[in-house]
């Protein structure tokens, strides 16, 4: 692996101002391909009005030495990262530059050689040159360098179905890549003032309006990049596009995934989108009987009373409308270490229907369950657990419910209740 910090050769380059020639000469001095790939990129830019504004705010001697000090912060412990995703060291580039505007990251080739650039003009512009988001941006970038390396990265996208297809697999691809090289699941760099809840609460909504502009053959741009947003939140498709991974890695290792086609692709996007989480009306609390046996159930009664008196909230995940999990929580079950009014809340009635079972299902439902209780105003969170019930303890632990509140024996045999504080 090469890395080039041109930061130094910014600043001397650029003293008196920026100028196109200098720029190509400076360029031309990294690569002799590269003052013709940025301007190819950059040609549908308006440069006086797009380009050059962003570039002469980014000649700024303190905020580039910044960035050329995060940059190199991330470089030297960037090794230690790459084995969780590669075998061996890989074979790139890795080059700050000052850009036009291609991007504050761009996995390409250059010299015949796949290579990260990095466009300190963007960079700037977006605030990410903290130590956080320079990792996150590296990462990212060497994602979309894994998936070429190891993949079907160039599916043709000759119509605009197809393009947006891709984009969101190739973007999935590197954020779930990012996520692995940064150790959490669920790391989003973007997530700032709740992104992240947002794009949770309004997931179904999300997958149902990609696949409707799928259907539609409309733009998803707003789905993605800095300049634009969708309902006011910027870069909501690499949320969608890992959301989708992820659901295909429920069947799939990430190298498998990495090599699928775009039919099977965009099969597996419309199965995906038709897959939600939704609150249950009690008029159809019937249709449960399909994930359990309401006849045998001597607490069915019950349980729709309280969902009819709005104690008892209860969410279904459907499969083309399908009935197939369900999860509860519920506001007040006379139990102290259940429930406190307004800030404890008790997890209720996890379950999955046999046949869909150990496909992750459990952990969407008790995710879902938690940005719930979150977005109600609850701190805290309860679930009951029999003793010898290993994969729910090991679920259930997953998610942080590790304080043990009782260890104890009722008439159904040992079990522990544990809380967890969110």
């Known amino acids: 692996m090469k890395v080039i910090n041109t930061c130094d050769k910014i600043k001397t380059t650029f003293k008196n101002g920026f100028e196109i020639e200098l720029w190509r000469e400076y360029a031309g001095g990294i690569s002799e391909e590269l003052p013709s790939k940025c301007e190819n990129d950059a040609k549908n830019y308006d440069f006086n009005k797009d380009v050059l504004p962003v570039i002469e705010l980014a000649l700024n001697e303190e905020k580039i030495d910044l960035v050329s000090k995060n940059f190199q912060r991330v470089?030297?412990?960037?090794?230690?990262?790459?084995?969780?995703?590669?075998?061996?060291?890989?074979?790139?580039?890795?080059?700050?530059?000052?850009?036009?505007?291609?991007?504050?990251?761009?996995?390409?080739?250059?010299?015949?050689?796949?290579?990260?650039?990095?466009?300190?003009?963007?960079?700037?512009?977006?605030?990410?040159?903290?130590?956080?988001?320079?990792?996150?941006l590296i990462l990212h970038e060497i994602g979309h360098l894994w998936h070429k390396l190891n993949g079907n990265f160039n599916i043709p996208d000759f119509t605009k179905r197809r393009k947006a297809i891709r984009q969101l697999y190739c973007e999935g691809i590197a954020m779930v890549c990012e996520q692995i090289l940064c150790g959490d699941d669920e790391f989003y760099h973007q997530d700032k003032d709740g992104w992240l809840n947002w794009c949770y609460e309004n997931e179904n909504e999300i997958k149902k309006e990609y696949l409707r502009r799928l259907d539609n053959r409309e733009s998803v741009q707003d789905f993605f990049g800095d300049w634009c947003t969708y309902k006011e939140h910027s870069d909501v498709g690499y949320f969608l596009g890992s959301?989708?991974?992820?659901?295909?890695?429920?069947?799939?290792t990430l190298e498998e995934i990495a090599n699928m086609n775009y039919k099977f692709l965009n099969k597996s996007f419309i199965e995906f989108a038709s897959t939600v989480i939704e609150r249950l009306d009690v008029k159809d609390y019937e249709k449960c009987s399909n994930i359990w046996n309401m006849k045998t159930q001597p607490l069915a009664e019950t349980w729709r009373k309280e969902i009819e008196a709005g104690n008892r909230i209860v969410f279904i995940y459907k499969i083309n409308g399908e009935f197939i999990g369900e999860g509860a929580l519920v506001l007040d079950t006379g139990d102290s270490d259940y429930t406190i009014p307004e800030k404890r809340v008790y997890v209720s009635?996890?379950?999955?229907?046999?046949?869909?079972q150990n496909r992750g299902i459990g952990s969407e439902i008790l995710k879902f369950l938690i940005g719930k209780a979150k977005e109600k105003g609850f701190s805290e969170m309860t679930?009951?657990?029999?003793?010898?019930?290993?994969?729910?303890?090991?679920?259930?632990?997953?998610?942080?419910?590790?304080?043990?509140?009782?260890?104890?024996v009722d008439e159904n045999g040992e079990y522990f209740k544990l809380m967890k504080r969110i």
């Open 75 to 136: 470089i030297d412990t960037l090794n230690e990262n790459l084995t969780k995703l590669f075998k061996e060291e890989p074979d790139i580039n890795i080059i700050l530059y000052l850009g036009l505007c291609n991007g504050a990251g761009w996995a390409t080739t250059l010299d015949g050689k796949n290579t990260v650039l990095l466009g300190v003009e963007k960079i700037i512009e977006l605030n990410w040159y903290d130590e956080k988001n320079m990792c996150a």
């Open 349 to 356: 009635r996890m379950i999955v229907k046999k046949e869909y």
């Open 243 to 252: 959301r989708f991974v992820r659901y295909l890695m429920k069947k799939n």
């Open 383 to 408: 679930i009951g657990v029999d003793k010898d019930n290993v994969n729910a303890l090991h679920l259930y632990k997953k998610f942080g419910f590790t304080e043990v509140l009782f260890d104890g």
